[in-house]
């Protein structure tokens, strides 16, 4: 009996405790919304609708009063209720608004900033380099004018003048782009250095000074060097008398120097431009009668007595004139068996025998001088002209071409000839030569002569 009233009496008071469980529960959540769940971490997963509906019908009060979580700025799928926002301005006060004002939009625009500019500078740098700086900065200081610049140097790539412009302007006042250029050009090796200071265009006050030696005379190394010594202010430190002489030698053949002056044109009643004398020659074509057969048959026979020829003679032409092609305005050196050399801008012709011709060579005709190696050469005739040493050492030309041969701007029409200095400048329907002579050989060949003649 007591152990079964004590059993009952065990199971009323267990009953009792789990109803005042429940009762206490009740009361804890009389409301009949859960707690809501939180974490500690920085960075909190996306919510689901349920969860951001608990969010915004409860907000308690511990984390008003905590640390301000930038709610406004995580979730974006739903607008705080009125109450909400009372609620943060009253407990938060004015934190959330600059938080997010500094968060969001500053770190956007830097990063902006920070990406396109070294994009922009590496683009930049990478197509000029520090080579074409260096010429740029060179070029600009001789001669003082960006067009100038733009016609007479030779970059790495095809520049425009706008480009030019943009990069001298860029090098004066953007600092970054300056100073990355100056450090690349002092890593270039002093050859190169020296090599792009040589290539220095001449400036006016240069081309003033070398104007005032005459074109007659045959100045030598000494009067150059004398030049450099007597205005060492004006000439590029990095002259040299040969590069003097070879600059001086342009001038003369573009008439640019005191003493020269451009010819004038023929005078009479009706000057012919090129278009009218090239309509003349095709008509008196036009008007001759000709026999084709005949002509086709001559023509047929001249070509196998003109191989014949030059079947036999093949081996003595080939070494009286030597060709080769020159990349600069560079003096010859002479050996032992070159009189002479005939100079252009894209070959140089070395005269190995007392007598060549000059001329333009067909499948036909071989010629001693082949002029259309240099340039256009439609113009010029098959057999021009001849070129003859005499015992004497003196040197003639014998114009026996249609067009005239200009000797130093002096006209010499077919069947006339003239003298040839040293450093003449010959023009055969516009290409240019300049005639170099060696001077020890011609020397030692007038030597013999007069022994001959006293003998």
Known sequence: MLASGAQSRSEDEESLGVKDLKRTATQAFGSGVPKRRSSSRSIKRKKFDD???ESSLVKSSSRVKGPPVMEPVRCSGSEPSSSEKKKVTKSGGTLTPPLTMVLNPAPLTKRVKKSKQPLHITKDL??????????LINAVLQTTD?????????????????EIKERWYALLYDPVISKLAWQAMRQLHPEAIAAIQSKALFSQAEEALLAKIGSTSQPKLD???????????????????KSLLVHWQLLKQYYLLDDQSVQPLPKGDQVLNFSDAEQMVDDVKLKDSRDEVLEHELMISDRHQKREIRQLEQELPRWQVLV????????????NQTLAALRGRMVRYLMRSREITLGRATKDKQIDVDLSLEGPAWKISRKQGIIKLKNNGDFFIANEGRRPIYIDGRPVL??????????????IAGLRFVFLINLELISLIKAEAAKMTQQ
Do not use: A, Y
């Not at 990478?126 to 260096?134: F, I, N, S, V």
């Not at 100038?148 to 520049?159: A, D, I, M, Q, T």
């Not at 009067?223 to 008398?241: A, C, Y």
């Open 51 to 53: 969860e951001l509906v």
């Open 126 to 135: 990478g197509r000029w380099k520090p080579t074409d700086d260096l010429l």
């Open 146 to 162: 960006l067009t100038s610049v733009h016609l007479g140097v030779k970059f790495s790539c095809r520049f425009t003048l706008r």
């Open 223 to 241: 009067v150059f060097q004398e030049l450099l010594s007597k205005h060492p202010n004006v000439f590029h430190p990095s002259r040299s008398p």
């Open 324 to 335: 080769d092609s020159i990349t600069g305005m560079s003096m010859p050196d002479f050996d």
């Open 414 to 427: 077919s069947g006339n000839k003239w003298k040839l200095n040293n450093n003449s400048v010959v023009e």
